[in-house]
Antibody
Framework: EVQLVESGGGLVQPGGSLRLSCAAS????????MSWVRQAPGKALEWVAN????????YYVDSVKGRFTISRDNAKNSLYLQMNSLRAEDTAVYYC?????????????WGQGTHVTVSS | DIQMTQSPSSLSASVGDRVSITCRAS??????LNWYQQKPGKAPQLLIY???SLQSGVPSRFSGGGSGTDFTLTISSLQPEDFAIYYCQQSYTTPVTFGPGTKVDIK
C-alpha cells in the first residue's frame, strides 16, 4: 500500500524557517517525480514544487522561489521541503504528493498533510 | 502562468441527479487536464487524468471530456459520498495550476 507521511509542520514566526519531511513507503520511491502542494485555510490547492526521480530537475512556483528548496533522499525514501523567510501567506496544509508514473505533473497519491502556521 | 477557471463555484443537487462541472484554461492545454475530489479534512483524490481517463478504483459514474481549453467533469448519478469539492488541474506545464474548485452539496 502506498503511504506518504508528512511531518515537520508547526507554528513559526514570520521570517523563520521550517523543514518538512515526507516518508514514503509501499512503492519504489526512486522511480517517481515527487511534489509538494499546499492549501491555505478555506482556499484552493496550490502547487509548490516538484523534483525529478534522480534530483536532477526541480521546479518551483514563483511565490516560493529563492525561499523554499525541495530535496529528496532516495536511500531513505524521503522527500523534503526547506522553507526559509516564511511569510503569513505561507500558512497552509502542505501535502506530499506522488506523480503518476507516466505524467510527471499529475498526482495520484497524496499524504494527509502537515500544518504550517506563520504568525507572530 | 496558465489560469484555470471553474463553473459553477457551487451547486446543490440531489442523490441520483446528473451533475456537470466545467473547467476552462487560459490557453490550450491539449488533454493535460486532471480532476480531483476533496472531502472536508481529507487529502484530494485523483478521479480523472488526461481529460477523460478514469483513475483506477474510481466509480464509472465519473467521466471527463474536452480538450484544448474547455473541459467537463460529469457525475452520471450523484451518490451521497460524492458531496465534496472538485478541482481541475492543468498538467501541461509548470507551474502546475488548479482551478478554484466547485463545491457540490446536498439540495
Amino acid at each position: 500500500e502506498v503511504q506518504l507521511v508528512e511531518s515537520g509542520g508547526g507554528l513559526v514566526q514570520p521570517g523563520g524557517s521550517l523543514r518538512l519531511s515526507c516518508a514514503a513507503s509501499g512503492f519504489t520511491f526512486s522511480g517517481y517525480w515527487m511534489s509538494w502542494v499546499r492549501q491555505a485555510p478555506g482556499k484552493a490547492l496550490e502547487w509548490v514544487a516538484n523534483m525529478k526521480q534522480d534530483g536532477s530537475q526541480r521546479y518551483y512556483v514563483d511565490s516560493v522561489k529563492g525561499r523554499f528548496t525541495i530535496s529528496r533522499d532516495n536511500a531513505k525514501n524521503s522527500l523534503y521541503l526547506q522553507m526559509n523567510s516564511l511569510r503569513a501567506e505561507d500558512t497552509a496544509v502542505y501535502y506530499c504528493v506522488r506523480a503518476l508514473r507516466f505524467s510527471w505533473l499529475s498526482s495520484d497519491y497524496w499524504g494527509q498533510g502537515t500544518h504550517v502556521t506563520v504568525s507572530s | 502562468d496558465i489560469q484555470m477557471t471553474q463553473s459553477p463555484s457551487s451547486l446543490s443537487a440531489s442523490v441520483g441527479d446528473r451533475v456537470s462541472i466545467t473547467c476552462r484554461a487560459s490557453q490550450s492545454i491539449s488533454s493535460y487536464l486532471n480532476w480531483y475530489q476533496q472531502k472536508p479534512g481529507k487529502a484530494p483524490q485523483l478521479l480523472i487524468y488526461a481529460a477523460s481517463s478514469l483513475q483506477s478504483g474510481v466509480p464509472s459514474r465519473f467521466s471527463g471530456g474536452g480538450s484544448g481549453t474547455d473541459f467537463t467533469l460529469t457525475i452520471s448519478s450523484l451518490q451521497p459520498e460524492d458531496f465534496a469539492i472538485y478541482y481541475c488541474q492543468q498538467s501541461y506545464t509548470t507551474p502546475v495550476t488548479f482551478g478554484p474548485g466547485t463545491k457540490v452539496d446536498i439540495k
